[in-house]
């Protein structure tokens, strides 16, 4: 599966991005997917997760009750609206895809996309 994330950009404090992650290749309704997101200098980390039929839906504590996962499979897309951005959610956002359920339980992904940038001013 191929994966082109997009949506990022410059927002305030407090504002809303929806990113959006297109998938071609084999059949998307197949693969856990998830958004990650990496700060400068540090390993990527988990933000949220969703299953194939979009059920399993988990979140990191620091994003929870702030941003939203979701996917349209019909689509093709997986979709993660953040709310009440702040300056520490600053980060290149990655979706990435998985087969197994062990693997998504694991956070462990196979494929990834380009990534996004969101910025956060104060």
């Known amino acids: 599966v191929q994966l082109q994330a997009s949506g990022g950009g410059l927002v305030q404090a407090g504002g809303s991005l929806r990113l959006s992650c297109a998938a071609s290749?084999?059949?998307?309704?197949?693969?856990?997917m998830g958004w990650l997101r990496q700060f400068p200098g540090k390993e990527r980390e988990f933000v949220a997760g969703?299953?194939?039929?979009?059920?399993?839906?988990s979140y990191a504590d620091s994003v929870k009750g702030r941003f939203t996962i979701s996917r349209d499979n019909a689509k093709n897309t997986v979709y993660l609206q953040m709310n009440g951005l702040k300056p520490e959610d600053t980060a290149v956002y990655y979706c990435?895809?998985?087969?197994?359920?062990?693997?998504?339980?694991?956070?462990?992904?196979?494929?990834w996309g380009q990534g996004t940038l969101v910025t956060v001013s104060s």
């Open positions: 990435a895809a998985v087969l197994t359920l062990e693997d998504y339980v694991r956070q462990e992904y196979d494929y």
């Open positions: 290749g084999r059949s998307f309704s197949s693969y856990f």
């Open positions: 969703i299953a194939r039929s979009g059920g399993m839906i």
